[in-house]
């Protein structure tokens, strides 16, 4: 029962921005850190952003300064605000829940659909 659904990606131009959206139902939202990762073809899983139930956040070096991750507590929902966008971003994000923020091994075995974010001129 719990759901993970990512929205927000799309084509844009390399400088450009996107922000995504997961919505999370199905378990105690606020106890949990929430984290984005993001895959390529060929590649393996890459976590992009954390931020824990009080807003302790966490990026990866390749996004730091570009990249901002948020929540809404009374929404269940997680953002990933993306500044300046590098063909290197190019990937699917997805979000999920870790017990602690810095954790990247997910909590729950379901994933969403992810979205496709793919920077490109």
């Known amino acids: 029962q719990v759901q993970l659904v990512e929205s927000g990606g799309g084509l844009v131009q390399p400088g450009g921005t996107l922000t995504l959206s997961c919505a999370a139902s199905?378990?105690?939202?606020?106890?949990?850190?929430m984290n984005w990762y993001r895959q390529a073809p060929g590649r393996e899983r890459e976590l992009v952003a954390g931020?824990?139930?009080?807003?302790?956040?966490h990026y990866a070096d390749s996004v730091k300064g570009r990249f901002t991750v948020s929540r809404d507590n009374a929404k269940n929902t997680v953002s990933l605000q993306m500044n300046s966008l590098k063909p290197e971003d190019t990937a699917v994000y997805y979000c999920?829940?870790?017990?602690?923020?810095?954790?990247?091994?997910?909590?729950?075995?379901?994933w969403g659909q992810g979205t496709q974010v793919t920077v490109s001129s």
């Open positions: 931020i824990s139930g009080t807003g302790i956040t």
């Open positions: 999920n829940a870790v017990r602690f923020v810095g954790d990247s091994v997910p909590v729950f075995g379901s």
């Open positions: 199905g378990f105690p939202f606020s106890g949990y850190a």
